[in-house]
C-alpha cells in the first residue's frame, strides 16, 4: 500500500536550516501532488509549500525566499529545504501527497527552532 513518510526535524537555532524529507513507497512520486503542511502549537494547520505533477511550486507567504520544495524522482522523495529558520516556525511538519481524489498523510515530524 502507499505510505508516505517524512523525516529531518529536530532542534535548531534561530538562522539555522534543516532539509526535511517525504518519502513515497507503494507508488512513485512523480504521480503526486505533495504539500508540505505545519501546525504550530496551539495554531490551525496551514500550507508551507507545495509540488505538483509538472513540477510546478507554491509557498504560504510567511516561508517565501527561506523555503524550496524540490522533488527527486529517483529516491521517491520530496524535500524542504528550509533556511533562516525563526522560531515562529517551530511546528509539526506533515507531508500530504494527492493522487486524484485521494490523500496519503505521513506521521508528521517536529522542528523546534530555539537558541
Known amino acids: 500500500q502507499v505510505q508516505v513518510v517524512e523525516s529531518g526535524g529536530g532542534l535548531v537555532q534561530p538562522g539555522g536550516s534543516l532539509r526535511l524529507s517525504c518519502a513515497v513507497s507503494g507508488s512513485i512520486v512523480s504521480i503526486f501532488n505533495i504539500e508540505w503542511q505545519r501546525q504550530p502549537p496551539g495554531k490551525q494547520r496551514e500550507v508551507v509549500a507545495r509540488i505538483d505533477i509538472g513540477g510546478i511550486t507554491d509557498y504560504g507567504w510567511s516561508v517565501k525566499g527561506r523555503f524550496t520544495i524540490s522533488r527527486d524522482n529517483a529516491k521517491n522523495t520530496v524535500y524542504l529545504q528550509m533556511n533562516s529558520l525563526k522560531p515562529e516556525d517551530t511546528a509539526v511538519y506533515y507531508c500530504?501527497?494527492?493522487?486524484?481524489?485521494?490523500?496519503?498523510w505521513g506521521q508528521g515530524t517536529q522542528v523546534t527552532v530555539s537558541s
Open positions: 500530504r501527497g494527492t493522487v486524484g481524489t485521494i490523500d496519503y
